[in-house]
């Protein structure tokens, strides 16, 4: 079978809604503009759905320029309209307390952002450089790795033992293939789309963010009750996790349009 793209999606604000994308320009640290801001608590750390629910309910983009923020809830109002500052004040954050830099983009967004999530937090910018654990890679505020790979038929047997079927925004992935067939992605390492080179590197252990619901910040139980009876995976380090989905790393650059076909050419 014929395995293409069928989603690409970017997360301009960490752990705030992605932007589907119909072209995406694969860069060492990933989709162009992923992970570009991030909010953060008033100590520097990360800000999450983990502990944020609603933050699902930010809608960003940006185009390099400027970032709008739209909210699907109650709060701020009017979007956010941000000229995004060439420079500011750089300010030591945190991401899992992996130390890092973020450029502040001042007191206007982090008021909007407080608003609309009830709590005190600042916006920032990535700045300087960060390095993958493994695999040789770069990211800007990404948990781990730049890209996360996942097979539409995955979701597919997932949703067949579910009550009822979940979709795939719950899994956050940059780039949703089609024909790799169930669970396919784990036993590949090397794809290409196009000159874009990918080497999916770790599998992917899931959180409970996975259990908000993207359109209503609602959390439940699913997917991870079902995923801890036959997906939880045991890595080198003995840690232990429930795995969908693979972590990858761009080995050619270039750019990735949806219906594009997919070649593995090691498995």
Same mark, same amino acid.
């Given at each position: 079978?014929?395995?293409?793209? %069928? ?9 705030? *809604?992605?932007? $589907? ?6 860069? $060492? !640290?990933?989709? %162009? ?8 608590? $008033? ?6 759905? %983990?502990?944020? =629910? ?5 809608? =960003?983009?940006?185009? *390099? ?13 009017? $979007?956010? /309209?941000? +000229? ?8 030591? /954050?945190?991401?899992? *307390?992996? =130390?890092?830099?973020? /450029? ?26 960060? !390095? ?11 948990? !781990?790795? =730049? ?8 979701? +597919? !047997? ?8 979940l979709p795939m925004n719950r899994f956050r992935p940059s780039i949703v293939l089609e024909g790799l067939g169930a669970w396919g992605e784990d036993s590949v390492r090397f794809l290409r789309i196009g000159e874009v080179e990918l080497e999916l590197v770790k599998p992917c252990a899931r959180c409970v963010i996975t259990t908000t619901d993207q359109e209503t910040a609602i959390k439940g139980r699913e997917p991870l009750r079902t995923l801890a009876t036959y997906r939880t995976h045991t890595f080198p380090d003995g840690d232990r996790g ?6 990858? /790393? ?16 090691? %498995?």
């Amino acid at each position: 079978m014929t395995i293409v793209v %069928r989603e690409l999606n970017v997360y301009p604000v960490k752990s705030a *809604g992605g932007t $589907p994308l119909t072209r995406a320009e694969v860069l $060492p !640290e990933g989709f %162009r503009h992923d992970r570009a801001f991030m909010l953060i608590r $008033p100590d520097g750390r990360h800000l999450s759905q %983990r502990e944020v =629910p609603r933050m699902a309910l930010l809608r =960003p983009s940006y185009d *390099g320029v400027k970032l709008t923020v739209e909210f699907a809830g109650t709060g701020p109002g009017a $979007p956010l /309209v941000h +000229a995004v500052p060439a420079d500011g004040p750089v300010l030591d /954050v945190t991401v899992h *307390g992996d =130390p890092c830099q973020g /450029v502040d983009q001042g007191d206007e967004a982090a008021a909007w952002f407080t608003a609309a999530l009830g709590r005190d937090c600042r916006l920032v910018g990535f700045t300087g450089r960060r !390095e993958t654990g493994i695999g040789g890679g770069t990211v800007k505020f990404a948990d !781990e790795f =730049p890209l996360l790979v996942v097979s539409a038929e995955s979701l +597919a !047997e997932l949703n067949s033992r579910l009550a009822e079927p979940l979709p795939m925004n719950r899994f956050r992935p940059s780039i949703v293939l089609e024909g790799l067939g169930a669970w396919g992605e784990d036993s590949v390492r090397f794809l290409r789309i196009g000159e874009v080179e990918l080497e999916l590197v770790k599998p992917c252990a899931r959180c409970v963010i996975t259990t908000t619901d993207q359109e209503t910040a609602i959390k439940g139980r699913e997917p991870l009750r079902t995923l801890a009876t036959y997906r939880t995976h045991t890595f080198p380090d003995g840690d232990r996790g429930v795995i969908f989905g693979q972590n990858a /790393v761009p080995r050619a650059l270039g750019t990735i349009n949806v219906g594009d076909d997919v070649t593995v050419f090691s %498995r």
